[in-house]
T-cell receptor
Framework: DGGITQSPKYLFRKEGQNVTLSCEQNLNHDAMYWYRQDPGQGLRLIYYSQIVNDFQKGDIAEGYSVSREKKESFPLTVTSAQKNPTAFYLC????????????FGQGTRLTVV | AQTVTQSQPEMSVQEAETVTLSCTYDTSESDYYLFWYKQPPSRQMILVIRQEAYKQQNATENRFSVNFQKAAKSFSLKISDSQLGDAAMYFCATNAGNNRKLIWGLGTSLAVNP
């Protein structure tokens, strides 16, 4: 079945460590996105990519990094520079960055311990 | 700046009744899309309904329909014959942001009472 797969579902990280969240899609979508969701704050855009080997910062990119080496994959690295990384992270994709809706993965809950 | 406002943080409805969730937005764009997404306790975001701004006819999807008032920049969601499975967070969004970026509201938590 076509869709978006995020892994892992739950992730624990020690302070000072980098961690990478996986996002894979087999929908043949050009655009991919990473959002952060905190209670009472809705969805905030971290990074997005419209095409392979290209990506742009969203509203809260500081402390995060991404890569888009393959159309299907858009991993997000939460670096030690991110001051408050504990959150729910959602990956999404859309056919293009025009008028089509976004399809979402099941999310990754990251907790810093 | 483009914004999306959902003025009802929480709503409740009796099973089989009808409920309307409000959403207003601000944009200077003339061509854009509006979306309602549902986020159940599993936390996966699911598209409920989509409206194209240039279409006057309100979108419908089974028990879900919208009341789109372009001049008033209003996009409310009506859920008819509410079911227990409709309990979720509902987010309003539009791609009327800069560079077609999706702009999100803060969500409305809907409870369905048996």
């Amino acid at each position: 079945d076509g869709g978006i797969t995020q892994s892992p579902k739950y992730l624990f990280r020690k302070e000072g460590q980098n961690v990478t969240l996986s996002c894979e899609q087999n929908l043949n979508h050009d655009a991919m996105y990473w959002y952060r969701q905190d209670p009472g704050q809705g969805l905030r855009l971290i990074y997005y990519s419209q095409i392979v080997n290209d990506f742009q910062k969203g509203d809260i990119a500081e402390g995060y990094s991404v890569s888009r080496e393959k159309k299907e994959s858009f991993p997000l690295t939460v670096t030690s520079a991110q001051k408050n990384p504990t959150a729910f992270y959602l990956c999404a994709s859309s056919l293009n960055r025009g008028n089509t809706e976004a399809f979402f993965g099941q999310g990754t809950r990251l907790t810093v311990v | 700046a483009q914004t999306v406002t959902q003025s009802q943080p929480e709503m409740s409805v009796q099973e089989a009744e009808t409920v309307t969730l409000s959403c207003t937005y601000d944009t200077s764009e003339s061509d854009y899309y509006l979306f309602w997404y549902k986020q159940p306790p599993s936390r996966q975001m699911i598209l409920v309904i989509r409206q194209e701004a240039y279409k006057q006819q309100n979108a419908t999807e089974n028990r879900f329909s919208v009341n789109f008032q372009k001049a008033a920049k209003s996009f409310s969601l009506k859920i008819s014959d509410s079911q227990l499975g409709d309990a979720a967070m509902y987010f309003c969004a539009t791609n009327a942001g800069n560079n077609r970026k999706l702009i999100w509201g803060l969500g409305t938590s809907l409870a369905v009472n048996p």
